[in-house]
C-alpha cells in the first residue's frame, strides 16, 4: 500500500513570496491533516479535511494560508505572502476515517526555508 | 488550552537497557494516546496506539496508560541504537479528534 505523498520535499523562498505544497494521502483515506512543525517541536495541527469538507482550521493563520480539498482526495495548502517565522517542515497526514481509534499516518513532509 | 507534556530530555541509556518515556495530558475526556518515532530529518512514524487503562504490548515496545493520572508512557525494552530518535507522544482531544503532541523525548541509546 503506497503511503502519503507530498512535494515538493524541499523548497527556499524569500519572504513575501508565496509558495504552495501538494498532499496525496492513502488511497481511501477520508480524513487528511495538515502540520506545521518548527524545529524543536511537536507538529502543531492547522488544517483537517473530512473528505472535502473543512472540519477543523482554528490554527490556521487565514490571513496567510489556505488550504483546499477540492475532491476529497488530494489537498493543497499556500502561503501568501511568507514570513520569516514560516520556515518548518510541513507535515500531511492522513486517517481511514474522522474518529478517536482511526490511526493518522504521515507523508515525509516538506521543509520550507524562508529568508 | 489542551497540553500534552514530555521530558524533553536527551534521555541517554546504554545499549539493552529499558528507556521509559513520560507523558501527561490535560484533557479528561481523551480517548485515544499515540506514541510515534521520529528520527532526524524525517517525519513522525507511528509505533503504538493505546486506547484503555493499562498495558499493551507489541514487540520491545509497551505502552501504558493511567486515565485517571493522565498519564501515558512508553517502555522500549533491550535498546537498541536504531532505537535512538526523538519520541512524540500524541493525545486525540476534542470533538473534531484532532491529534495534540508533545514536544518529543530525545532518546540517545549508546552502543
Known amino acids: 500500500e503506497a503511503g502519503v505523498a507530498q512535494s515538493p520535499r524541499y523548497k527556499i523562498i524569500e519572504k513575501r513570496q508565496s509558495v504552495a505544497f501538494w498532499c496525496n494521502p492513502i488511497?481511501?483515506?477520508?480524513?487528511l491533516y495538515w502540520y506545521q512543525q518548527i524545529l524543536g517541536q511537536g507538529p502543531k495541527l492547522l488544517i483537517q479535511?473530512?473528505?472535502?469538507?473543512?472540519?477543523?482550521d482554528s490554527q490556521l493563520p487565514k490571513d496567510r494560508f489556505s488550504a483546499e480539498r477540492l475532491k476529497g482526495v488530494d489537498s493543497t495548502l499556500k502561503i501568501q505572502p511568507a514570513k520569516l517565522e514560516d520556515s518548518a517542515v510541513y507535515l500531511c497526514?492522513?486517517?481511514?476515517?474522522?474518529?478517536?481509534?482511526?490511526?493518522?499516518?504521515f507523508g515525509p513532509g516538506t521543509r520550507l526555508t524562508v529568508t | 488550552q489542551k497540553e500534552v507534556e514530555q521530558n524533553s530530555g536527551p534521555l541517554s541509556v546504554p545499549e539493552g537497557a529499558i528507556a521509559s518515556l513520560n507523558c501527561t495530558y490535560s484533557?479528561?475526556?481523551?480517548?485515544?494516546f499515540f506514541w510515534y518515532r521520529q528520527y532526524s530529518g524525517k517525519s513522525p512514524e507511528l509505533i503504538m496506539s493505546?486506547?484503555?487503562?493499562g498495558d499493551k504490548e507489541d514487540g520491545r515496545f509497551t505502552a501504558q496508560l493511567n486515565k485517571a493520572s493522565q498519564y501515558v508512557s512508553l517502555l522500549i525494552r533491550d535498546s537498541q541504537p536504531s532505537d535512538s530518535a526523538t519520541y512524540l507522544c500524541?493525545?486525540?482531544?476534542?470533538?473534531?479528534?484532532?491529534?495534540?503532541f508533545g514536544k518529543g523525548t530525545l532518546l540517545t541509546v549508546n552502543p
Open positions: 497526514a492522513s486517517s481511514l476515517a474522522l474518529g478517536s481509534s482511526y490511526e493518522q499516518y
Open positions: 484533557d479528561r475526556g481523551s480517548q485515544s
Open positions: 493505546i486506547y484503555s487503562n
Open positions: 500524541a493525545v486525540n482531544t476534542g470533538s473534531n479528534y484532532k491529534l495534540t
Open positions: 479535511f473530512q473528505n472535502n469538507g473543512v472540519v477543523d
Open positions: 488511497s481511501g483515506h477520508a480524513t
